[in-house]
């Protein structure tokens, strides 16, 4: 089954800590983002990726950081300059970064921070 | 700069009633129109989306939306809806030619039996 996972599914942190959230496509698409996720609020973009080796910012950055070293991954580190990181985050992937193409979601991670 | 408005957060209806989530759009130049649904605690699934031509576009679970260009409108509607329709959904944007969308701030759906 071709899609996209993410791990883990539930995170904790204590504050001051880096962490790391998995995502992983077999779908071979060029184009992978980040979104994350609060209550009664849509989705923002963090940063998204349109080929390996390459990346931009999105519109909330600050705090995160990521890598594209292979085609199929893009994790993204939290790192503890992020002030609110709580929340729900979502990996996409869409064949090319163009406007008309579906961005397909994995399940999520839902990040606690103690 | 493009926005998504979702005026309604959450719509109670009974089983098998019609249902119509609202989204407006502001954007000044051309873009596309979609709409995705989310199950608890899983990730985004698209239902339908709007690129051009026929502005009454149909998606999956029997949804459909319209696109209406003077009212800067993408409104969904489903004639009868299903319990296991209960979800959030989200309306979103993309100008054409560029990588980002821009989601709305969604609207959940509760179905009564």
């Known amino acids: 089954d071709g899609g996209i996972t993410q791990s883990p599914k539930y995170l904790f942190r204590k504050e001051g800590q880096n962490v790391t959230l998995s995502c992983e496509q077999n779908?071979?698409?060029?184009?992978m983002y980040w979104y994350r996720q609060d209550p009664g609020q849509g989705l923002r973009l963090i940063y998204y990726?349109?080929?390996?080796?390459?990346?931009q910012k999105g519109d909330i950055a600050e705090g995160y950081s990521v890598s594209r070293e292979k085609k199929e991954s893009f994790p993204l580190t939290v790192t503890s300059a992020q002030k609110n990181p709580t929340a729900f985050y979502l990996c996409a992937s869409s064949e090319t970064s163009g406007s008309t193409d579906t961005q397909y979601f994995g399940p999520g991670t839902r990040l606690t921070v103690l | 700069a493009q926005s998504v408005t979702q005026l309604d957060s959450q719509v109670p209806v009974f089983e098998e009633a019609p249902v119509e989530l609202r989204c407006n759009y502001s954007s000044s130049v051309s873009v596309y129109l979609f709409w995705y649904v989310q199950y608890p605690n899983q990730g985004l699934q698209l239902l339908l989306k709007?690129?051009?031509?026929?502005?009454l576009v149909k998606g999956i679970n029997g949804f459909e939306a319209e696109f209406n260009k003077s009212q800067t409108s993408f409104h969904l509607r489903k004639p009868s809806v299903h319990i296991s329709d209960t979800a959030e959904y989200f309306c979103?944007?993309?100008?054409?030619?560029?990588?980002?969308?821009?989601f709305g701030s969604g609207t959940r759906l509760s179905i009564r039996p």
């Open positions: 979103a944007v993309r100008r054409i030619s560029a990588s980002k969308i821009i």
């Open positions: 779908l071979n698409h060029d184009a």
């Open positions: 709007y690129l051009s031509g026929s502005t």
């Open positions: 990726s349109q080929i390996v080796n390459d990346f």
